[in-house]
């Protein structure tokens, strides 16, 4: 009775202490493994960029952010401690870079430039025996403050179309009124010439004669004598008619 005491007294320690041992070397992939999450995606210049991991354990000892393909002193950002008063520690990666490191293990690059691109790795200590760690390619890239208008897409073609459209209909339109204003007020102001004059009828004189002659009417009815009243199939009684017959030229007084 005393052996089977003893025994059952035994195995509750026995059985903590194999607990802690697996706890302590339990294999890496049987935990959750961590993950960075990039936000953007595709970071610009002079945007914040937000390094989130993802799978980090309640409890942990601390987690250290390096840049670059090895993690040594040479390549550590920072330390964080989250047991410390300030908890985050820089190394001497840092240099000017304005970062900042959270409880939950992601990691703040504010203003990032094309100098941070790089491989971004993070190691987060769980106990002295185990370590956790995870890594990702980051790649800042410059602003195009002049795009090409080759690579503008279809919808700046379509705005600018609808913009530029209606101006230059505009342009047109009133251009069109001003030219019809002015050549309507051109017309107005020229001058009508009419011709009110009437022919002077009457023989033509010659430069040597001083004298003025009139036409006026017979005072009596005359009859061509009728010798003169002869066939008038000739050319020439046509073209020079006699005009004795019919009227009498006398000097003006």
Same mark, same amino acid.
């Given at each position: 009775?005393?052996?089977?005491?003893?025994?059952?007294?035994?195995?509750?320690? %026995?059985?903590?202490?194999?607990?802690?041992? /697996?706890?302590?070397?339990?294999?890496?992939?049987?935990?959750?493994?961590?993950h960075?999450?990039?936000?953007?995606?595709? @970071?610009?210049?002079?945007?914040?960029l /937000?390094?989130?991991?993802?799978? &980090?354990?309640?409890?942990f000892?601390?987690f250290?952010?390096?840049?670059?393909?090895?993690?040594?002193?040479?390549?550590?950002?920072?330390?964080?401690?989250?047991?410390?008063?300030?908890?985050? =520690?820089d !190394?001497?990666?840092?240099?000017? =870079?304005?970062?900042? !490191?959270?409880?939950?293990?992601?990691?703040?690059?504010r =203003?990032a430039q094309?100098?941070?691109?790089?491989?971004?790795?993070?190691a987060?200590?769980?106990?002295p025996?185990?370590?956790?760690?995870?890594?990702?390619? &980051?790649?800042?890239?410059?602003?195009?403050?002049?795009?090409?208008?080759?690579?503008?897409?279809?919808?700046?073609?379509? %705005?600018?179309?609808?913009?530029?459209g209606?101006?230059?209909? !505009?342009?047109? /339109?009133? !251009?069109?009124?001003?030219?019809?204003?002015?050549?309507?007020?051109? =017309?107005?102001?020229?001058?009508?010439?009419?011709?009110?004059e009437?022919p002077?009828?009457?023989?033509?004189?010659d430069?040597?004669?001083?004298? &003025?002659y009139?036409?006026?009417?017979? @005072?009596?009815?005359? &009859?061509?004598?009728?010798?003169?009243?002869?066939?008038?199939?000739?050319?020439?009684?046509?073209?020079?008619?006699?005009?004795?017959?019919?009227?009498?030229?006398?000097?003006?007084?």
């Amino acid at each position: 009775m005393e052996i089977l005491k003893g025994t059952q007294g035994s195995f509750p320690k %026995v059985l903590l202490l194999t607990a802690s041992i /697996l706890a302590l070397w339990l294999p890496q992939g049987s935990w959750a493994t961590l993950h960075i999450q990039k936000i953007p995606e595709r @970071p610009q210049k002079d945007q914040d960029l /937000l390094l989130s991991v993802l799978g &980090v354990p309640n409890t942990f000892q601390d987690f250290t952010w390096y840049l670059g393909e090895d993690t040594d002193g040479g390549t550590r950002l920072f330390t964080y401690i989250p047991e410390l008063q300030r908890p985050q =520690r820089d !190394g001497s990666a840092m240099g000017q =870079r304005d970062i900042v !490191g959270f409880q939950n293990g992601s990691l703040l690059l504010r =203003r990032a430039q094309p100098s941070d691109s790089g491989t971004y790795q993070v190691a987060v200590t769980v106990n002295p025996a185990w370590t956790m760690r995870a890594k990702t390619e &980051v790649q800042v890239a410059e602003i195009n403050k002049q795009p090409s208008t080759a690579h503008l897409p279809l919808n700046a073609w379509m %705005v600018a179309a609808a913009i530029i459209g209606p101006l230059a209909f !505009g342009f047109f /339109l009133i !251009g069109s009124i001003a030219y019809l204003l002015v050549t309507r007020g051109w =017309r107005g102001r020229s001058p009508r010439t009419a011709t009110t004059e009437k022919p002077e009828l009457g023989p033509t004189h010659d430069a040597d004669d001083n004298n &003025v002659y009139e036409v006026m009417p017979s @005072p009596v009815f005359l &009859v061509s004598p009728i010798s003169d009243m002869g066939p008038m199939n000739s050319a020439t009684d046509l073209l020079n008619p006699d005009l004795a017959p019919y009227s009498q030229l006398v000097p003006a007084p």
